[in-house]
């Protein structure tokens, strides 16, 4: 039900019929997510392979999964999952073939799973470990410590951290936090974050306050150490900035306050170690695709340690002396390894054209390990001896699949300005590619946040009934380094909704699929590419999945973490900006036309983007569409913006977009 709702945008007039949906705990809006979820439960339900579905997922879910080790004194640390356990656990063993036993087990913490283990960190001294809870999928954490050698839990519980570090210094620990919100924790806007120091064995409200801004309450923070205990390093950034501050505070003299490396907010950087009274920090000031510099604080100066490369820097990691930079080519990793002088030595061979992460360690291991995964390439475990420069498999995936299935090309096609996008595209061999074959594609194009390959088994029952998968690599992300986030940000958004459209007709264009068979997805901000994209070009598309997305772009800023997207988005306090907003907002521009399938998903306790903005779009698009499509809204309970989803949820939501998804297309392999 709509009512008359409107605000005023600089003269503009705006109408907001679904703004009684802002009020999520209300009692109208829960029994309207009733009455919703009850109306898309009833559709799915009538889908004949429903059931052979969930099967089909829960199979391809069903194998052990491992997280890289990482050490602490003498025992390794891992999370481990047997395949269909809600959490994974932490283990730790004596020694690399050690036998493994439980150290912490999530799925002990609650009966349905819901709680899940976000961050771990081990004091300098191998003492204890912390870790940081999040309930129900909330971005609020919990904060515990156990004593490594007897696993005892400490009675330590920190409350109202959130995005937050924990960082060691001899006794205790450096870490973010709120004021307690006493309204709407999962709505109530989160400015003013606050720097503690926190003592093992004491209570919270003793900890000790190191840092706050009074004056600018939308700034925000991030505290670390390095592992030689001699510096505070402070990162903040404020709202509608790209970049971010670098200060530090020498340790033996805290009193003294915070020194700035940097004050400026038109670049990003952040510090990678220290070592010989040195400071490495990356930064892609004057270098769009970063490079690495040396700086001395003794003298102030610094000089280009590594310098910028044809290729985006992705990540850098020192260990054993050595810089271990991870470079993106073409949005794929490479990884080269420089000594302190920036001479370098070697490249670490990968398996495939593929991604990396980990590289865990700390500057004084003589061995790092790190997993490769790729569309087709299960992750898998490797270790690098440092010294012989040689890698190994550590830890083999048990997923079961036979790579040579399957092939996957990278593509470059022209967008609307003709500039040349990546795309990735993986299908079966053999399969003939006549238009007719059901494609999903996906995309996100924002934030400096770059799409690379990962394996992902959920795709494979689409690849294995003669579907094709699609990543575009859109302007937005961080691909090609600063230049092209910049061209998909602020008043350069709509290259990001072409770049989706082009990707669309070149694969509809080169016979991959048809718009009949054509289904797009994204999630977050790549729900907002989706509702934009069925927005400006419905009839380009058979299936719209809007994943968790930020679907009001006037009103963003008013809840959470909301306004720190300024910095990508605009704000509406600036009337061009506004009127930017205004002309793309999937919420707003919703028309009397006909629209695809659209299933929407959200989560009652997403409180990153919080559900309203689902709501008020799903109310919206249900009541403009005319044609005959559903358009559903799939509103999960107990979860939040998706990290730490439990295996069970997983597979209910997966089983259900689909199942939505195959119907839809006229996939019948069921």
């Given at each position: 039900m709509n009512e008359e709702h409107t605000d005023t945008y600089f003269g503009t007039k705006v109408s907001d019929p679904y703004n009684w949906l802002e009020e999520m705990q209300s009692d109208r809006v829960i029994e309207w997510i009733k009455t919703e979820n009850k109306i898309t439960e009833n559709y799915l339900s009538r889908i004949p392979f429903r059931k052979k579905m969930m099967e089909a997922v829960t199979d391809v879910l069903n194998y052990e999964r491992y997280s890289a080790p990482?050490?602490?004194?003498?025992?390794?640390?891992?999370?481990k999952n047997e395949g269909l356990q809600n959490q994974s656990i932490l283990y730790r063993q004596e020694g690399q073939d050690g036998n493994p036993e439980v150290f912490l087990d999530p799925n002990t913490l609650s009966d349905d799973g819901t709680v899940s283990?976000?961050?771990?960190?081990?004091?300098?001294?191998?003492?204890?470990?912390?870790?940081?809870?999040?309930?129900?999928?909330?971005?609020?954490?919990?904060i515990y410590i156990i004593d490594i050698e007897t696993k005892e839990q400490l009675s330590d519980r920190l409350d109202w951290a959130k995005f937050s570090g924990i960082d060691w210094l001899d006794d205790g620990f450096y870490y973010n936090r709120y004021d307690e919100v006493l309204t709407d924790k999962l709505k109530e806007i989160n400015l003013s974050p606050k720097i503690y120091f926190h003592k093992t064995g004491t209570r919270q409200s003793e900890d000790k306050l190191i840092y706050e801004d009074k004056d600018q309450p939308d700034r925000s923070f991030i505290n670390f150490t390095t592992e030689d205990r001699q510096y505070l390093f402070m990162m903040s950034w404020k709202k509608g900035s790209i970049g971010n501050t670098i200060h530090y505070q020498e340790l033996s003299k805290s009193e003294s306050g915070f020194t700035p490396i940097t004050e400026e907010y038109d670049h990003q950087c952040g510090v990678i170690e220290t070592e010989d009274n040195a400071i490495y920090i990356r930064t892609n000031k004057n270098a769009p695709k970063e490079k690495i510099i040396k700086f001395t604080p003794s003298t102030g100066d610094s000089i280009d340690l590594i310098p910028e490369s044809e290729f985006v820097i992705n990540d850098v990691n020192f260990i054993d002396g050595k810089f271990f930079v991870q470079y993106l080519k073409d949005a794929c990793d490479v990884v080269y390894v420089f000594d302190t002088n920036g001479n370098f030595l070697n490249e670490i061979d990968l398996p495939a054209k593929g991604s990396v992460t980990g590289f865990s360690g700390r500057k004084s291991s003589k061995e790092l390990f790190y997993i490769f995964t790729s569309f087709t390439y299960p992750p898998e475990i490797f270790k690098y001896e440092i010294e012989n420069r040689s890698s190994s498999v550590f830890r083999e995936s048990n997923f079961k699949i036979d790579p040579e299935k399957y092939e996957t090309h990278q593509l470059f096609y022209p967008s609307k300005d003709g500039t040349l996008i990546p795309m990735f595209v993986v299908h079966k061999k053999g399969i003939e590619l006549n238009g007719s074959n059901p494609l999903l594609l996906q995309g996100y194009g924002g934030f400096n946040?770059?799409?690379?390959?990962?394996?992902?088994?959920?795709?494979l029952i689409l690849l294995d009934n003669g579907g094709v998968f699609a990543l575009a690599c859109l302007r937005g992300g961080g691909e090609y380094g600063k230049e092209w986030h910049r061209a998909g940000m602020k008043l350069n958004k709509q290259n990001v909704f072409d770049d989706f459209i082009c990707a669309a007709e070149y694969l509809i264009r080169e016979k991959y699929t048809s718009s009949e068979k054509l289904a797009i997805r994204g999630g977050s901000n790549g729900g907002l590419l989706i509702g934009a994209v069925l927005n400006q070009r419905p009839e380009l598309f058979k299936v719209g999945l809007p994943d968790v997305g930020v679907m009001d772009m006037l009103k963003f800023h008013k809840y959470t973490i909301g306004w720190s997207w300024v910095s990508d988005y605009g704000s509406i306090d600036d009337e061009i900006h506004f009127r930017n907003l205004y002309l793309y907002s999937p919420l707003h521009n919703i028309k009397a036309q006909d629209y695809p399938a659209v299933l929407i998903s959200t989560s009652d306790h997403d409180d990153r983007v919080v559900p309203l903005h689902s709501y008020k779009y799903a109310a919206t698009l249900q009541e403009k569409n005319t044609s005959e499509n559903p358009i559903l809204i799939r509103v999960d309970t107990d979860a939040g913006h998706g990290a730490g989803k439990p295996i069970s949820k997983?597979?209910?939501?997966?089983?259900d977009v689909m199942s939505f998804v195959f119907y839809n297309l006229g996939i019948t392999a069921f």
């Open positions: 990482f050490k602490s004194g003498k025992y390794y640390f891992f999370f283990i976000e961050n771990t960190k081990v004091s300098w001294d191998d003492k204890y470990l912390a870790y940081t809870i999040n309930r129900a999928g909330s971005d609020w954490e919990e946040i770059s799409q690379t390959p990962e394996f992902s088994p959920i795709k997983a597979i209910e939501e997966q089983t």
